[in-house]
């Protein structure tokens, strides 16, 4: 049977949100964006989980998103823990920084050489120079054109 | 006369008028810095604005059914979406954790519009409140000041992005392929139809017949149901796995901490 139009737009909310995670967890090398993408994945893995639950109307899909979310939590914990140690061990949130752990007939990732931090120099705002305080009215301060 | 002329202008664009009166009719009347003359005229304006946005409101009311579920998810699928893209381009990983929060808001609320509201409620809870919250506090223990060069150069961006792109089209076509009617060959009586043993049956159940069940109002008390009945032993096992993923995280740490040397090994217990 053909699914209802609100379902088939939650498909592709669910794709495309697969989709973006995906692309991220290939092309980011810092660690914990990787795992931020891989959260993505996980939520558009559910939204398809809730539209096809609504499409058959049973809570199967309900109960598994349900599960997705207790494993998202444990994944995160212990992932982020393995994170923690690596960038004590080396420093850096890089994951470039493992590559000796690759397979033996890989060829090794080279940086090329950035071009310099195109990030302007901070500035702070100037404090307007201090003098002395201008004699002021009294009267003047507590007066009011209309309550 | 404004009642006969009303309903013969369409609910959305009753509800468009109404939404861009109020923000202007509220813009007219909070205070701007103004006097005399202008003030008096802009708070007439925007009274009578407000006026005129109340009645466009009161008029689109009952007329909304069908409209209002449609748009509310395409505002809540666009803001997922965009976010969702926003992390995973965006440099710095700090924004790239505060935009997935933005996406999970936007998840939650394409959940329920899909009928799934203790989910969208959980995500909110869970996702924003407690697994993104852990992640900002990694970010803040390890991240470098300044943009890493890591986070300004991706891996290998062209390929990543064509496989992604590759895969959304064909999940696309895949989806766009449901609305298809199946070939002669795949075509199957349902089951129904088959335990009845009866060919002229309707093979086809009405879809919104099957999506009511999950929109009763009892929605919580029957999802706590269906997960504490048929699936009791799934969730003794996520259990488990919560209390497995606590005791081997601090394990984790604390022997690294003593292996490495930089923290005061572990006091071992006295024989």
């Known amino acids: ?147 | 006369m404004i009642a006969s002329v009303l309903p013969t202008i369409s609910p959305g664009t009753l509800l468009a008028g109404g939404v861009t009166a109020t923000a202007a009719s509220l813009w007219l009347l909070l205070p701007r810095g103004q006097s005399g003359a202008a003030e008096r005229t802009s708070r007439w304006l925007g009274t009578l604005l407000g006026l005129a946005a109340l009645a466009c409101f009161v008029a689109t009311g009952h007329r909304l059914g069908g409209l209002g579920e449609e748009a509310v998810f395409l505002i809540v699928s666009l803001v997922a979406v965009i976010s969702g893209a926003a992390t995973v381009v965006t440099r710095s990983p700090v924004y790239s954790a505060i935009w997935f929060a933005m996406a999970l808001a936007g998840v939650a609320g394409v959940l329920l519009v899909l009928g799934a509201q203790f989910l969208g409620v959980a995500t909110i809870v869970v996702y924003a409140g407690a697994i993104l919250v852990m992640f900002l506090f990694v970010l803040m223990l390890a991240a470098p000041a300044g943009l890493a060069p890591y986070d300004r150069v991706s891996n290998e961006p062209l390929l990543s992005a064509v496989a992604g792109a590759v895969l959304l089209g064909i999940l696309s076509l895949s989806i766009g392929r449901l609305t298809a009617e199946p070939p002669l060959c795949c075509r199957m009586p349902s089951k129904t139809a088959a335990i009845a043993g009866n060919a002229a049956a309707d093979p086809v159940p009405a879809a919104s017949e099957a999506g009511v069940d999950l929109l009763i109002e009892n929605h919580v008390a029957r999802l706590g149901g269906e997960l504490f009945g048929r699936h009791l032993l799934a969730v003794e096992v996520a259990g488990v796995l919560l209390l497995v993923a606590l005791i081997g995280s601090i394990a984790i740490v604390s022997r690294a901490a003593s292996a490495d040397g930089t923290v005061a090994p572990a006091r071992r217990a006295v024989p």
């Not at chain 1, 993505?40 to 809730?50: H, P, R």
């Not at chain 1, 007939?105 to 705002?125: M, S, Y």
Request: proline share 5%.
């Open chain 1, 1 to 147: 049977m053909t699914p209802a139009p609100l379902v088939l737009d939650g498909l592709v909310v669910g794709a495309i949100l697969f989709s973006l995670g995906l692309v991220g967890i290939l092309a980011r090398r810092n660690l914990i964006v990787m795992f931020l993408c891989a959260e993505l994945m996980l939520q558009g893995i559910s939204v398809s989980l809730v539209a096809w639950s609504r499409h058959h109307g049973d809570w199967g899909g309900h109960v598994l998103v349900i599960f997705v979310l207790t494993v998202a939590a444990c994944e995160a914990a212990v992932a982020l823990v393995f994170v923690l140690q690596a960038f004590a061990r080396t420093g850096r949130l890089d994951s470039a920084a493992w590559q000796s752990l690759r397979e033996s007939n890989l060829p090794r990732t080279v940086d090329h050489e950035l071009p310099a931090v195109d990030v302007l120099p901070l500035k702070f705002p100037k404090l307007t120079p201090a003098g002395v305080e201008p004699s002021v009215d009294q009267d003047a301060l507590l007066e009011r054109e209309h309550v």
